[in-house]
């Protein structure tokens, strides 16, 4: 199944990540210390995936003020601040090259299912919600807030 899993995972272009309950544990940051550390993981995260010819990005209904300084201090791509999912993601492949089938997305949640079957690969953290297990093409290893590392593995793999 891993061979499986990174021949399909050299065709995506764009791994897309809900933020809370994927990226990060859900209310874990909580200190502006915290949050400095996770937004220098995101800018690095976001280079190495540019290095590998892919995109990072966020899918979230969240607009606070987490989600705009994520969308000043990294070449993220950020569509946030409906639950419509589909359609923020919808209006973001109109203006570029890639189809659904070069898209990866990780959520955890209900509302992150419509998005997560559309998808050329769909996962979810081990600890995710039953519900979204029962239609995603693979289940990380890691909980929420480590799922990014197991990615950026992945991603080398295929390069080998």
Do not use: W
Not at 62 to 67: A, E, F, K
Not at 89 to 94: I, N, Q, R
Not at 109 to 125: E, F, N, R, T, W
Not at 142 to 155: C, F, Q, R
């Amino acid at each position: 199944m891993k061979s499986d899993f990174l021949n399909k995972l050299k065709e995506i272009k764009l791994f897309l990540f809900d933020l809370d309950g994927v990226l990060i544990s859900k209310n874990s940051i909580k200190t502006t210390e915290s949050e400095s550390q996770f937004l220098l993981q995101l800018r690095m995260a976001c280079e190495e995936f540019l290095q590998h010819d892919a995109k990072l990005g966020i899918v979230t209904a969240s607009n606070d003020s987490l989600i705009v300084k994520i969308k000043e201090n990294s070449k993220c791509v950020m569509l946030s601040d409906s639950i419509n999912k589909v359609k923020m993601v919808d209006d973001y492949l109109k203006h570029d090259t890639i189809s659904y089938k070069q898209v990866m997305y990780i959520g955890d949640d209900i509302l992150d299912i419509p998005l997560l079957q559309k998808v050329g690969i769909s996962g979810v953290p081990k600890d995710g919600r039953r519900e979204v297990k029962r239609v995603v093409n693979f289940i990380t290893k890691s909980s929420s807030g480590e799922v990014l590392p197991e990615i950026i593995d992945y991603l080398k793999q295929t390069k080998k």
